[in-house]
């Protein structure tokens, strides 16, 4: 199984990427020490499904967290590089930040029962979204909410804009969610982990509501899961963070053919439904994993080392 | 006879219009030394008929016999032995303020069991932490690590069946490596019978010899895994969860809106 289209039309964006970025590093200061949780990342991601793979602590998050300036303050982020469109995003004063946060990245988090308001309707807090970031009306906001329901495929958006995010199901809050990312149509969207909080079932659907509209709109996606399984089916390249840094990357579709010993080492610690084992191969963490080289595939495209 | 036997269990929370029924009228039958594993999405209450049976809620109706004994809303000393409970998040379920000592000390106390020092031994090495271990606080150790605790902590008792609930949902895939070969090596080396609640099929077929599908409070299919690997599985919702777990693909997330399990034939 597959996801959808081939990707070469989406190569050719690489050559003026959405978001480059290169020699990414987040570093706490703490009683114990410089904590380093993100060393020296760099990649680039145009119009595709670029997938973040890693397990906790990898500094997956934190890179996607980076880059829209969300990191706590104790964090020292610096980069030789990250620009938008060509804009460099380092130099930008927090007002002018703001404007970029919401218009032209937004992020999805895992989990909406934690990142909508609870006291407002929902379909106001898409409105809000469209208003903060557009000149318009109270009722031009209102319609480009329902639009924006409709687009990620609530049957009947007017019920839907009326309720609460707790009368909602988890699937539902994260479409929710989704339109509202979308509707001030931001050219990249950050996921961390959008489907984690969902059963298979609605799983499928909003990632396929999140396909159809990466390629309608043409805006890059960086998503960021744990599940290797997910991205090799979803996206269109994966990166593997170990440590704080890219291990490998390549294409999706080749992730089965990885090469380095921590991806080979997480494929095979998951059990298979067409492959039945006694025991699960344990991962063996290997000390020159941390700073030794990335693994580049041929076919990976626009990242770097 | 199996060594747990439901019948017509079921669990309703609420009163009047705001009633659920979590649990419909369902009946299955555990063999000792089977792994049992209980599949479905959340809320179609598998972890509903966990804690029925575990004792946690004494609110349902039905017949429940563990052992030969018939188990009611109030358990003995003894029939709480028997069965124990591994739940989710280890984050949760153990005291942030006990030591793994005082942690483990507790289930012998209640039981009056005595020899706590042997025991505790004991049992953290059969879930393969050493000694060290034993005076250290839940957030001193890492998720694997606690869960290894949980499980210890479930088996002191020296219990027949362990009540799995989602026991490596919260931990990385190659911590869940490593606590699935500690349940398979447990199993081997003692008599145990598990009954292993997950969403994650891919899972449930590493562990299980026989599975129970449920949705909105009912078994769908029940089938061994053997069967399903070998026939592919039978009721259109089982089916849609094994080709799900696959992964993304697109075509699937199309004929997904479209399903109505409820119209199809049950088994």
Known sequence: MSSAGDSTGQRAEIAAPILAVQDLSVRFDTPHGLVEAVRGVSFDIGREKVGIVGESGSGKSMTGRAVLRLTPKAAQVSAQRLDLHGQDLRRLSPREMRAIRGRRISMVLQDPKYSLNPVMRVGAQIAEAYLVHHKATQREARERALEMLEAVKIRNPRRVYELFPHEVSGGMGQRVMIAMMLIPEPELLIADEPTSALDVTVRMQVLAILDDLVSSRGLGLMFISHDLNLVATFCDRVLIMYAGRIVESCRASDLKHARHGYTRGLLESLPRIDERKERLQVLERDAAWRDGPTILHQSSGGSRP | ?267
């Open chain 2, 1 to 267: 006879m199996s060594l747990i036997d439901i019948r017509e269990l079921h669990v309703a929370f609420g009163e009047h219009e705001d009633r659920t029924v979590a649990v419909d009228r369902l009946s299955l039958s555990v063999e000792e030394g089977e792994v049992y594993g209980l599949v479905g999405e959340s809320g179609c209450g598998k972890s509903t008929v966990l804690r029925a049976l575990a004792g946690l809620n004494s609110n349902w109706q039905g017949r429940m016999v563990v052992a030969g004994e018939t188990l009611g809303p109030k358990r003995s000393k003894a029939q709480h032995r028997l069965m124990q409970m591994v739940f989710q998040d280890p984050y949760g379920s153990l005291h942030p303020r006990h030591t793994v000592n005082t942690l483990l000390s507790e289930p012998i106390e209640i039981q009056g069991l005595g020899t706590a020092d042997r025991r505790i031994v004991q049992a953290l090495d059969q879930v393969g932490l050493d000694a060290s271990f034993r005076f250290r606080y839940p957030h001193q150790l890492s998720g694997g690590q606690r869960q290894r605790v949980a499980i210890a902590r479930a088996l002191i008792l020296e219990p027949r069946v362990l009540l799995l609930d989602e026991p490596t949902s919260a931990l990385d895939v190659s911590i869940q490596a490593e606590v699935l070969n500690l349940l398979s090596e447990l199993k081997r080396s003692r008599t145990l019978t598990y009954i292993f609640v997950s969403h994650d099929l891919a899972v449930i077929t590493h562990m299980c010899s026989r599975i129970g599908v449920m949705r909105l409070g009912k078994l769908v299919e029940e089938t061994s895994v053997d069967v399903l690997l070998g026939e592919g599985p039978r009721h259109p919702y089982t089916r849609h969860l094994y080709q799900a777990s696959a992964g993304y693909d697109r075509r699937l997330a199309q004929t997904t809106a479209e399903l109505d399990f409820e119209s199809e034939p049950q088994p």
